[in-house]
């Protein structure tokens, strides 16, 4: 189980970046990319690939969008970053 603690930390990461742009709001279950930021981090967990790719699938797969690997990069070094710094990886 992903701890709650990191699961607010990747949810504020994600909220901050808001690829939803304006749309976000018009989203009505989204809770800050609550259930995105679970999926990045049991992604991760099970994968340990590019957190960038990780980010670009789960937000496309969750919001139907069509974001790069570059439109990603940023915000997965910056999750990376926090999971190695949480996790001791």
Same mark, same amino acid.
């Given at each position: 189980?992903?701890?709650?603690e990191?699961?607010q ?26 259930? @995105?930021? #679970? ?6 967990? =099970? /994968? !340990?690939?590019?957190? $960038?790719?990780?980010?670009? @699938?789960? #937000? ?6 069509? =974001? /790069? !690997?570059?439109?990603? $990069?940023?915000?997965?070094? @910056? ?11």
């Amino acid at each position: 189980m992903v701890e709650d603690e990191l699961i607010q930390k990747v949810m504020m990461i994600l909220t901050d970046w808001n690829p939803l742009g304006s749309r976000a709001s018009m989203i009505s279950d989204l809770d800050n990319y609550r259930t @995105e930021a #679970i999926d990045i981090l049991c992604h991760f967990d =099970l /994968s !340990k690939n590019n957190t $960038a790719v990780i980010v670009r @699938e789960v #937000i496309n797969q969750a919001f139907d969008l069509s =974001l /790069s !690997k570059a439109d990603c $990069a940023s915000v997965g070094q @910056e999750i990376q970053r926090l999971i190695k710094k949480e996790k001791k990886f």
